[in-house]
């Protein structure tokens, strides 16, 4: 083979193994900081050796990557996993082979800069879209190095995203002045200001993080609530197969009896009127009907057991059903039951207590595919052809909160303290875990079901992505999994308590509620906008010299 197609395909496996190692390997984050040095690097080679079809390159590079970290989703589904696999490594293709387009008519580093610019564009468009898929984000890496992500709480995750690539970007630029010849060219004040301005690009935001992580203080004197979290290792697979769904209510009341057998005393409780905040997890049960919670043997069966503890608010996932009468199919989502009767489905995370009262929260980003049907006005069309193999539940349009009360001995309600719960893949969506708190959440919870992956990296990855979220709002976490990780995450996105995998467990603890608002929270990804905004310039900039065949 030749030489110079032996030494891409090895950069190609290098890079992909590098970006890979900070979303397997816990405390790993830092290796992001030049993982993306071997692809720029095998970019530079096949230029110079004249490599055509390069493009097959750096998608086999992305597509490795995708596969290496994310291969679990394929357990769940594997024509779902594949798509994932190709369809993500092919956007990140697309945006590598514009910048490689970008370099026909812009000079110096402003390729560079519009690669920078371009990834995080689309990085953050990706957060909204209806195929979505954000799972890779490159600020991700550093979700299992929390000590140096503190300054998420300012950038958000898009800001970890931005200082990779600058530190990928300086290293490179020093390699090529290095091997060009041009450092020895470079005089004194220059080596120190090249060389000092990437060691500064690359200590700066760890010292600022540490020096944060070590100084935060998160509130010992504030006010508390005590969470009981129940996960009660249900195989999902064989969820109705081996219980019924009675069988399911007793593992989980029998779990939170023990959790909450210290506050069997009716009277300590009134005397206390404090709030205790049960959570089990999500899609615990199919029979919850949104129109009619009360037809639900699930919910009647709860309101009985709660009726011994008037103290406890229980937060519970549910595969939720509303049934509507109509001749004709009232939304483009509904399925017809039968004749005039229709069905919307969705993800919901419900809030009750002793009183009945019940609230309901619509998880809002779905799984595609699984869960949703994207661009239903389109393809839920095509997917009656296909016998409705898609998931078409419905969520949310904006966010709302949950709340957890405290009655008085008159019945009336002592203490409100708001909750906002990211149901699942909801908690991988940084800005939208800070809407909660933009609506006045004091803490955050979510409730997931990860047992669908197996035993494999990808529960592990979704519970760091939680202390992310801990980190950008500076809210406490309370996470309930049906099967593992269930775990309490402190403001500083350390992981206090977790669960193991695959057993049924029972975490208690306090979680601290916290009134401030980071600045994230209150202003947004205003790295990713301020991204978007310089691709689409260089975007527009770079279509009118292609078409004016001119330089700059």
Known sequence: MNPVKIKISALAVLSAILLSIPFLIPHEGAVALFALVPLLWMERVADRGHITRFWVCHYGTFLLWNAITTFWVCNATIGGGIFACVANAFQMSVVFGLYR???RVFRGSVPYLFLAALWIAWERAYFGAQISWPWLTLGNALAGTVSLAQWYEYTGTLGGSLWIWACNLSLFGLLCAWQDGTWRGFGGKARVASLGGYLVLLIAPVVLSVWMYARYDEGQEGETLDVVIVQPNI???HKFQALDQSQQNAILLG??????????????????AEPLLALAPETFTNDVITNDLTAGRTWRRFQKFLQDYPGVNLLFGASSYEYLR?????TVTAREVKNGTWVESHNSALMTDATGRGQIYHKSKLVVGVEMTPYP??????????GGVMGRCVGQKEVSLLDCLAYGPDGQVFRSIPVGCAVCYESVYGEHCAEY???GARLLTVITNDAWWGDTPGYMQHLRYSALRAIETRRDIARCANTGISAFISSRGDILQRSPWWEQAVLQGKVRLHDRETFFVRNGDIVGRLASFVAVLLLLAMGVRLIMGKRV
């Open 101 to 103: 387009l970008s370099k």
């Open 326 to 330: 109509s001749d004709v199919r009232p």
């Open 437 to 439: 708190v933009r609506k």
């Open 377 to 386: 006005a389109f393809f839920t069309r095509v997917d009656d052809m296909l």
């Open 235 to 237: 195989d999902p697979y």
């Open 255 to 272: 779990l939170l009896d023990k959790g909450l057998a210290s506050r069997r005393s009716l009277d300590s409780l009134r005397a206390a």
